[in-house]
């Protein structure tokens, strides 16, 4: 069955560094969502990219899809306590109704 | 707009009991799904329903049951319950963006 890769698991910056999160699907995909969880939160949606090659920003959130449409990442440019929480990318192949989660990306940010 | 509804938010079962964990939305989405996250295992789509009377198995469906009578409720149904189930449970509504509940906690001693 399709498969979503996410790395790293974990990653601690401090405040004011850059941060990216990788996903990897083990096919291709028609469309890839990202989510954030707080700690003690559910998972809000953030965005969705369609297109191949597709970059959208959400001020200091940048998001891409890979030419392939099999990968995706999510940069944070300039991070700030704010930004703490697990980050999910999420993806549907095809004609399936499925979406499939990474495992996430744990940020932790020191102020 | 409420938006996503589920209870309970917490529960304790003993093994072999059963239970139903609820789900509402009042968004009036076709499509809703049940997903379990457990310590570094991400969500796991656990059914899935693409409109009332049509439901489907995602990657972990055994011991859950799911039916969909209306297009508002989607409830998850626990029919033994095993100290494996112990889990965070989250129901979602939506297909291109999905909204979910706050979540059910269960343990299963």
């Known amino acids: 069955g399709q498969q979503v890769m996410q790395i790293p698991q974990y990653q601690h910056v401090q405040e004011g560094e850059d941060f990216t999160t990788y996903c990897n699907s083990s096919?291709?995909?028609?469309?890839i969502q990202w989510y954030k969880q707080r700690p003690g939160g559910h998972p809000v949606f953030l965005i969705q990219?369609?297109?191949?090659?597709e970059v959208k920003k959400q001020k200091r959130l940048t998001f891409q899809f890979g030419e392939a449409k099999k990968n995706s990442s999510l940069h944070i440019t300039a991070t700030q306590t704010t930004d703490v929480g697990t980050y999910f990318c999420?993806?549907?192949?095809?004609?399936?109704?499925?979406?499939?989660f990474g495992k996430g990306t744990l940020l932790t940010v020191n102020p | 707009n409420a938006g996503v509804t589920q209870t309970p938010k917490f529960q304790v079962l003993k093994t072999g009991q059963s239970m139903t964990l609820q789900c509402a939305q009042d968004?009036?989405?076709?499509?809703m799904s049940w997903y379990r996250q457990d310590p570094g295992m991400g969500l796991r789509l656990i059914h899935y329903s693409v409109g009332a009377g049509i439901t489907d198995q995602g990657e972990v469906p055994n011991g859950y049951n799911v039916s969909r009578s209306t297009t508002e409720d989607f409830p998850l149904r626990l029919l033994s319950a095993a100290p494996s189930q112990t889990s965070v449970y989250f129901c979602?509504?939506?297909?291109?963006?999905?909204?979910f509940g706050e979540g059910s906690r269960l343990t299963v001693l």
């Open positions: 990219l369609v297109k191949s090659g």
């Open positions: 999420a993806g549907r192949g095809g004609s399936n109704y499925k979406l499939t």
């Open positions: 096919t291709t995909l028609s469309n």
């Open positions: 968004m009036n989405h076709e499509y």
């Open positions: 979602a509504s939506g297909f291109g963006e999905l909204f």
